[in-house]
């Protein structure tokens, strides 16, 4: 067989897939692996015994006289049966046996790489389409139960059957009819998997197409609107369909291959079948054979050929359930940007301060973000972060949460550094209200109960009270049993907000952490949720990110970032009195405003 270019892959795959199905921490599991491969090899000897039975019953038929005929025959007969019974029990056994491993393996594999994923960093994902990288999983998790179907089900069985039949014909017969047999095997076998191995290379192009024609759709269909308000329903369709006629074009080259591969598999067997049925009827018409060795043969022959052509099929499954788990352990290898330091401790509450010391960071080398920035939190003080879009505000936000870790400088938290505390930890003292709020697919009561799963109706309720939800979600039909919808569309953007920000109250952090979090709130009740955040930062240490000025005058401090780095700093007064780029933007928003409600009016 012609090596293949990732050949070193695939057999890492099967060495880290058999890992799962020998766990050293499962007995049981391994006794049911080795009673099912037990039952496997005992099914084949006893259906290697059948056509010698039947061989027997022809031969004594046709000396037996009418009136004898219920004797030895009959008992023959009766043994024929048994083994097939035989045959038939220790099959089913194999497989009743061998199901618990094979679901145990993929249920293992599955959580794994789904915990994997998550522990990955934020540059993977937002690297890698979320479509093609669910397809890629999805398709990895169905390849296990493939691969072990195939492999322990029909391929090794059909494995063992040529082998034993091949090793019959050379005992029970002259060795030209092992021979003949064998080249006809490995002939097949040869050719089969030659050709297969060109077809993977198809076959991962297939993949690929798949991949991305997924991706597409379900970019087009998350952003809905987008597509809706651009009026660009033709493009996508453009896009979609392009993407189409290349995976239409490569699985048509795919079927004119897997036709020239069947016909090539049903040439090789014709011949090698006539060859053996030619040299036995010979021996029969030489008396060498009797009538009952002849349909031995025959039925041997059958019995080993046949399933050929499923070992073939077999061989194809295996080999795309390889490509597929190759491409899902693969996620596996992917090593986490950030990562806890081994000596990591968990993070210490001591007031909740936040230091931020010469911090540059870069996502790229031609990309630099931040460039010294320095500045303190004072515990149960509000630190408000302004600046034009690309200032490097929200770059600040994933860098407390590290999301990234900082290309210089530190940043502490309690005067501990985030990267000697462990990740959890860290994450769990933070609460964040994001300006781009993304809610689950679920109920208004899953989403707000998604800051603290344990809490009790009464503790998600007030948590809405706080965040001016409450009266509105008392009003709906279904009340907090109400779907919110894919990432929470059925919501306004207000409505959306006040969810996240009950979602975080109800986490009770020590350090919160406002990103543009009244943004798509009205007026009316941005000043009724701002009093409720103006309560929070009085007790808490409070972040805020802003646009909308106004929302942050009462913070004890206001940094002023420009291209990454902090080009003021004051409380609001201060930097009004400065007249400097605050006092440009603060007077630029007032004006808006002003504009805003006269048009309003």
């Not at 494995?159 to 003949?180: K, Q």
């Not at 040299?279 to 009952?292: E, F, N, P, R």
Request: proline share 2%; hydrophobic share 45%.
């Amino acid at each position: 067989m012609m090596p293949h270019k990732n050949s070193k892959f695939s057999d890492r795959t099967l060495i880290r897939l058999l890992g799962f199905l020998w766990p050293e921490d499962s007995r049981m599991l391994k006794f049911r692996f080795l009673i099912a491969l037990s039952a496997l090899v005992i099914s084949k000897f006893t259906g290697l015994a059948i056509p010698l039975v039947f061989k027997r019953v022809v031969d004594e038929l046709g000396a037996v006289s009418t009136q004898a005929w219920l004797g030895f025959p009959l008992l023959l007969l009766l043994g024929y049966g048994i083994f097939r019974i035989l045959t038939a029990f220790f099959n089913e056994l194999r497989v009743a046996a061998f199901a618990p491993v094979e679901q145990q393996a993929m249920r293992t594999i599955g959580v794994k790489v789904f915990a994997h994923l998550q522990d990955l960093s934020l540059r993977f994902h937002l690297d890698r389409r979320t479509g093609g990288l669910s397809r890629a999983v999805e398709r990895g998790v169905k390849a296990i139960e493939t691969f072990l179907w195939f492999t322990v089900s029909a391929f090794l069985p059909a494995f063992l059957e040529l082998v034993f039949v091949t090793i019959a014909m050379w005992f029970l017969y002259d060795w030209i009819y092992a021979l003949i047999s064998f080249a006809t095997i490995m002939s097949y076998i040869l050719f089969t998997f030659l050709f297969t191995e060109w077809r993977a290379k198809i076959q991962r192009q297939l993949n690929t197409l798949d991949s991305q024609g997924n991706a597409r759709a379900i970019d087009a269909l998350l952003n809905y609107e987008t597509v809706k308000y651009f009026t660009n329903e033709s493009h996508e369709i453009r896009e979609f369909e392009k993407l189409a006629r290349g995976y239409e074009a490569i699985a048509t080259k795919s079927k004119y291959a897997l036709a020239f591969l069947n016909f090539g598999q049903g040439m090789i067997v014709a011949v090698g079948l006539t060859l053996i049925m030619i040299l036995a009827a010979y021996d029969v018409s030489l008396k060498i054979l009797t009538v009952g060795d002849f349909v031995l043969v025959n039925t041997y022959l059958l019995q080993a050929f046949l399933p050929l052509g499923f070992i073939g099929f077999a061989y194809r499954e295996t080999k795309q359930a390889l490509i597929n788990m190759e491409e899902m352990f693969s996620l596996l290898d992917q090593a986490s940007e950030v990562q806890d330091a081994k000596n990591a401790k968990d993070y210490v509450f001591k007031g909740g301060k936040i230091e931020f010391r010469n911090v540059g960071f870069a996502y790229n080398p031609n990309r630099t973000i931040l460039k010294d920035v320095s500045f303190t939190v004072p515990s149960g003080k509000t630190l408000a972060i302004v600046g034009e879009s690309g200032a490097g505000k929200s770059t600040i936000s994933r860098l407390l949460f590290r999301f990234y870790d900082v290309t210089k400088g530190q940043v502490l938290i309690d005067d501990q550094n985030i990267r000697k505390i462990t990740q959890k930890s860290l994450r769990q003292a933070i609460g964040i209200v994001p300006q781009d709020t993304v809610l689950f697919n679920d109920t208004i009561y899953y989403n707000i109960a998604y800051g603290n799963p344990t809490a009790t109706t009464e503790q998600i309720e007030e948590a809405a009270k706080a965040a001016q939800i409450h009266a509105f979600i008392q009003k709906l039909p279904e009340g907090y049993q109400t779907l919110v919808g894919e990432r929470g569309l059925k919501l306004s953007g207000g409505e959306k907000q006040r969810v996240a920000i009950a979602r975080t109250l109800l986490k009770k952090p020590y350090i919160f952490m406002f990103d543009e979090a009244t943004s798509a709130l009205d007026s009316h009740t941005e000043k009724e949720i701002q009093t409720c955040l103006q309560s929070i930062s009085s007790r808490h240490t409070t972040l805020i990110i802003a646009h909308r000025l106004s929302t942050i005058i009462h913070a004890d401090e206001i940094l002023v970032m420009s291209e990454g780095q902090i080009v003021e700093r004051g409380s609001h007064k201060d930097l009004l009195h400065v007249k400097g780029l605050y006092a440009e933007m603060w007077k630029r928003q007032q004006h808006e405003e002003k504009l805003q409600e006269l048009i309003q009016q």
